[in-house]
């Protein structure tokens, strides 16, 4: 079973910065994609960012491009998300996923980490 683990969340004002970890275990990693989504209080989840294990392709939702970078590290089957001029509107829960095998799916979710951005 695949279990994703994410920490960093925290409280910062308006044009601070955080980084996020996602500690991916259960399986060896191979032809998957992953990604960071978010849900804010009264609203539904969103798509953050993603990356695949394999390649450097990654793809952002427009809200957060050349603020929010994701990356990764094989070696320590982890993925980052590292956030600059975060704005009170990046104020969610955010959670890491797993598309197992590419299929267009998020099959796993972690438990998420919560993200407060003050004005």
């Known amino acids: 079973q695949v279990r994703l683990e994410e920490s960093g969340g925290g409280l910062v004002q308006a044009g601070g910065s955080l980084r996020l970890s996602c500690v991916a275990s259960?399986?060896?990693?191979?032809?998957?994609?992953m990604g960071w989504f978010r849900q804010a209080p009264g609203k539904e989840r969103e798509f953050v960012a993603s990356?695949?294990?394999?390649?450097?392709?990654?793809y952002y939702a427009d809200s957060v491009k050349e603020r929010f970078t994701i990356s990764r590290d094989n070696t320590k089957t982890s993925v980052y998300l590292q956030m600059n001029s975060l704005k009170p509107e990046d104020t969610a829960v955010y959670y890491c996923a797993a598309d197992i095998g590419s299929s267009g799916i998020y099959n796993y979710w972690g438990q998420g980490t919560q993200v407060t951005v003050s004005s």
């Open positions: 259960g399986r060896t990693f191979g032809r998957d994609v």
């Open positions: 990356i695949w294990w394999l390649s450097d392709n990654t």
